[in-house]
């Protein structure tokens, strides 16, 4: 093979391998590629950007809840009577409520007696003490946590307090009492739960402590139940109203009010709430009150990857703390009729005397309360924001509200240490 000959050969192979570099070119460009790490690192970043978490708590909030009865009660109709007659029934108090406190996310009341057989009556007029076994009462309701912070928690001395306190644990209901704060994790979210007995200094000066303890621990949502007021006032005192803004400004996003034994009205205060008087509900304490109404406050808090997002996801719910208006028969239940009626009237009258509009209440019902968001990944746009209009506070033009004192022999004075 001359040399000419091979020349061209090798052009050949050249040309042949071009060729086969340019369709493998071809055929790469056809084929769907990855992306590069950095590109898939990008895409990541902005898919976790893109998708906010969301998750929310539901709460329920009443007032006084007294499981027990003075040793001075007329006999045949305390709440011990009531407990025997009913053949020892746990669930029989609660029962016309517990439907809506086993679907929230946390219900909580103000526990007003020791739950124990231990410990000596305190020199008192009235001083209430419960069986332990009555702590079924509170799981048969639904209540996850009760505030022992008041004037009737100790009325059998320390010993009693923390027995009930024992009690309470094993049953796996939450309680909190001044600096004994609790911290819980409800649906990712940590919840910090405070309670003073504001009666008296030493009670109204851990309220700011205790509000940044549980901050401290990481609480996410702070409820603050206060212990406080005068009985049978159907407004708070401007030392209240100071005490519940402090508690806010200091990191509080819901205060709950309890003592006076009659609802008050509620305040909305840098986007919190404030429930002056949630009023009794399952009341041992007076075998027959002469003020049976009473509400279930419920508010639905919405987060946003962790961070509270304003709202007023909240409704009232009128109560009776009594079936019957003749005696207590210790069973609340939903009002209905005039009896509704006049319970909004009253909160409605009574939340203007604290600045707020009728507009910024509403009313609901067993029908309509809100119940837990079980995926915890709710929108809170997809959260009632407000209820019918037939459901909205509609007062009359001039409410009377019932004031008359106290027939029973047992109405007692809650306002003693």
């Given at each position: 093979?001359?040399?000419?000959?091979?020349?061209?050969?090798?052009?050949?192979?050249?040309?042949?391998?071009?060729?086969?570099?340019?369709?493998?070119?071809?055929?790469?460009?056809?084929?769907?590629?990855?992306?590069?790490?950095?590109?898939?690192?990008?895409?990541?970043?902005?898919?976790?950007?893109?998708?906010?978490?969301?998750?929310?708590?539901?709460?329920?909030?009443?007032?006084?809840?007294?499981?027990?009865?003075?040793?001075?009660?007329?006999?045949?109709?305390?709440?011990?009577?009531?407990?025997?007659?009913?053949?020892?029934?746990?669930?029989?108090?609660?029962?016309n409520v517990s439907g809506i406190f086993s679907h929230d996310d946390l219900t909580i009341g103000n526990l007003e007696c020791a739950l124990s057989d231990l410990g000596t009556r305190a020199d008192k007029s009235f001083a209430f003490?419960?069986?332990?076994?009555?702590?079924?009462?509170?799981?048969?309701g639904s209540f996850e946590a009760v505030n022992l912070a008041n004037n009737h928690s100790a009325d059998y001395g320390q010993e009693a307090l923390s027995d009930t306190v024992a009690n309470l644990d094993a049953a796996g209901v939450?309680?909190?009492?001044?600096?004994?704060?609790?911290?819980?994790?409800?649906?990712?979210?940590?919840?910090?739960?405070?309670?003073?007995?504001?009666?008296?200094?030493?009670?109204?000066?851990?309220?700011?402590?205790?509000?940044?303890?549980?901050?401290?621990?990481?609480?996410?949502?702070?409820?603050?139940?206060?212990?406080?007021?005068?009985?049978?006032?159907?407004?708070?005192?401007?030392?209240?109203?100071?005490?519940?803004?402090?508690?806010?400004?200091?990191?509080?996003?819901?205060?709950?009010?309890?003592?006076?034994?009659?609802?008050?009205?509620?305040?909305?205060?840098?986007?919190?709430?404030?429930?002056?008087?949630?009023?009794?509900?399952?009341?041992?304490?007076?075998?027959?009150?002469?003020?049976?109404?009473?509400?279930?406050?419920?508010?639905?808090?919405?987060?946003?990857?962790?961070?509270?997002?304003?709202?007023?996801?909240?409704?009232?719910?009128?109560?009776?703390?009594?079936?019957?208006?003749?005696?207590?028969?210790?069973?609340?239940?939903?009002?209905?009729?005039?009896?509704?009626?006049?319970?909004?009237?009253?909160?409605?009258?009574?939340?203007?005397?604290?600045?707020?509009?009728?507009?910024?209440?509403?009313?609901?019902?067993?029908?309509?309360?809100?119940?837990?968001?079980?995926?915890?990944?709710?929108?809170?746009?997809?959260?009632?924001?407000?209820?019918?209009?037939?459901?909205?506070?509609?007062?009359?033009?001039?409410?009377?509200?019932?004031?008359?004192?106290?027939?029973?022999?047992?109405?007692?004075?809650?306002?003693?240490?």
């Amino acid at each position: 093979m001359n040399r000419n000959s091979g020349l061209f050969a090798y052009r050949k192979y050249i040309t042949a391998a071009i060729a086969l570099l340019f369709v493998i070119a071809i055929i790469a460009a056809l084929i769907p590629q990855n992306d590069t790490p950095s590109t898939v690192s990008q895409n990541q970043q902005e898919n976790v950007e893109t998708v906010e978490e969301k998750r929310t708590i539901t709460i329920s909030a009443v007032g006084d809840l007294t499981l027990a009865a003075d040793r001075g009660a007329p006999s045949g109709v305390t709440f011990n009577d009531v407990f025997e007659d009913e053949g020892g029934d746990t669930s029989y108090f609660f029962r016309n409520v517990s439907g809506i406190f086993s679907h929230d996310d946390l219900t909580i009341g103000n526990l007003e007696c020791a739950l124990s057989d231990l410990g000596t009556r305190a020199d008192k007029s009235f001083a209430f003490r419960g069986d332990p076994s009555y702590v079924q009462i509170l799981k048969d309701g639904s209540f996850e946590a009760v505030n022992l912070a008041n004037n009737h928690s100790a009325d059998y001395g320390q010993e009693a307090l923390s027995d009930t306190v024992a009690n309470l644990d094993a049953a796996g209901v939450l309680s909190f009492n001044g600096t004994d704060t609790v911290v819980t994790e409800i649906n990712g979210i940590k919840v910090g739960l405070v309670g003073v007995n504001a009666l008296n200094e030493e009670g109204t000066s851990q309220l700011v402590p205790a509000i940044q303890s549980v901050k401290t621990q990481g609480a996410q949502l702070v409820i603050a139940s206060i212990h406080w007021g005068v009985e049978k006032a159907e407004e708070p005192e401007s030392e209240q109203v100071t005490l519940a803004h402090s508690a806010i400004d200091a990191g509080a996003d819901l205060i709950l009010g309890h003592h006076p034994h009659v609802v008050q009205g509620i305040e909305k205060y840098n986007g919190r709430y404030i429930v002056y008087s949630l009023g009794n509900f399952c009341f041992g304490g007076n075998t027959n009150p002469s003020d049976k109404d009473s509400m279930i406050f419920q508010q639905t808090f919405s987060f946003t990857n962790g961070t509270l997002v304003p709202d007023d996801n909240t409704q009232i719910i009128p109560c009776r703390i009594s079936g019957s208006d003749s005696v207590n028969d210790y069973q609340p239940d939903i009002a209905t009729g005039e009896d509704r009626t006049d319970i909004i009237d009253k909160i409605t009258e009574r939340s203007r005397l604290v600045g707020t509009d009728a507009a910024l209440l509403y009313f609901g019902n067993e029908q309509t309360a809100f119940t837990s968001s079980a995926q915890n990944a709710v929108s809170s746009s997809a959260l009632p924001t407000a209820l019918p209009e037939s459901q909205r506070a509609t007062p009359s033009p001039e409410p009377s509200p019932d004031s008359s004192p106290e027939t029973s022999p047992e109405a007692g004075s809650e306002s003693e240490n």
